[in-house]
């Protein structure tokens, strides 16, 4: 076991406040000496660093620190491309897998950016993120931003996007029917769900009521009136 | 798949905000019709709901759910074991696997209560946990807690069981230190694996400079030169 992976696995066990004195300490050796820690290490220790940051809410700093790791992912990925074969393929593939998620890692730099209100550097980040890479949390938090600066249309796919990978996403739909999306298209969407499953066909009458709501259909909004409100 | 593996699902994918909606209605409709979830579905709704709530930053409503939770949770286990082999052993041993876990609950209760600076609750809650299934970071906070409140003892043996599981848990070594326990003490605990791995030699001299800083030792602080300091 390498000072690595006991990083990592206090990193996992949740000891943020000694992932942090630990990684910072072992940041300043690779920075006085570049060959102590491979490109693969350095990255995995700025994550951690930056991870443990976050944690103590120090956002302008954690945005910077995961913006290092991402350059730092770069030198990385140039060094596989070069030597594809030099440590073997299998125990290259492993490595890659035990390495913090790139995605995850912009993820975090989208989260810092939004709580810091600087939401167009937030929808960058995120839109830096293939489309097919994109997880619902990551769709979510798109369309959220995009219809806070009005790209509607944007928003819009990106609600669309969350509720196909997750059809009973609420506040989605909400969000949908919000933007003026017509309330049958946006059941439809969920229809199969909500019939597949039993007591949930409440559901689609909520649908309705919030469909009436955001329409501006104030007196139909008595479809309210089902759920007690 | 049924509506909670749904929200489940939703909760591993980080999409709280339509975890919360969605396990708010789900708690309304047990509510009215209390035979609609069984005992270890609502344990779950609760926990789920709570996180969503936790996420949103509203502490003091999450530790009230976290504690519902918990109360499910009793009922659940009472259940359990008036039943024992109603549906199985296998299968409920499966289910128990999936259900989120109580000590997990109570970790987060703490942590709601910390940041409300309601201390000894918080102190209370990790006692309830048996010193046998405290994780690093149950005893990490235990031992913080521990020492604001004075019982440097008790803090004491939080940080050395730290330690005992994570070696390189500089905190936990600076917390220890703080509490006037021998340099030479914590450094033969965390020997072993300095000398098992390369280039963090430096490491006894970081413990050596932190045990005089705390020990009043000015003049012995020179050992910060090392450093650079």
Known sequence: MNVI????????????????IISSLLLTMSTNNPELFSPSQKYQLLVYHADAIFHDKEY?????????ALQQKKVLSKTTKVRPSSTGGTTSALQAQNLPSEIEVKYKIAECYTILKLDKDAISVLEGIPSRQRTPKINMMLANLYRKAGQERSAVTSYK?????CPLALDAII???????????VASMTMDVIQSIPNLDWLSVWIKAHAFTHGGDNQRCGTWKHFGI
């Open 161 to 165: 996007e969350v509720l196909r990978q």
């Open 60 to 68: 302008r700093n954690a945005a910077c620190k995961y913006n290092m």
């Open 5 to 20: 992976d006991h990083v990592r696995d206090m990193a996992a066990a949740g000891l943020h406040s000694n992932v942090r």
């Open 175 to 185: 969000g949908l029917l919000s933007l003026s999306v017509k309330g049958a298209e």
